[in-house]
């Protein structure tokens, strides 16, 4: 099995996970990830690349970033581009 790439956005101040991206493709991952991580700087989100193998992995070995997501209910998007706009309004 291939390795995801995961984009997470978490709110350091409410320690609340905001957002999911799922890639597979790893330059596609680091490409979203530098077009949106400055959208976010000074302030308390912070954006993270991540890979595992799947989004089980994901939550097992990173958990404090869904402490509060056992609903499954964060915003999830998968194989955004680069093109894709920033920050969500939420």
Do not use: Q, W, Y
């Amino acid at each position: 099995m291939n390795s995801m790439h995961f984009i997470v956005h978490f709110d350091r101040s409410s320690s609340t996970l905001l957002e999911l991206e799922t890639f597979e493709d790893g330059d596609e991952a680091f490409e979203r990830l530098l077009a949106i991580e400055m959208d976010f700087f000074g302030t308390c989100i912070d954006v993270i690349l991540i890979g595992a193998k799947s989004e089980a992995v994901l939550r097992r070995l990173h958990g404090e970033f869904f402490a509060g997501d056992e609903s499954n209910t964060i915003r999830k998007i998968s194989g955004v581009n680069s093109s894709a706009e920033g920050p969500s309004a939420n």
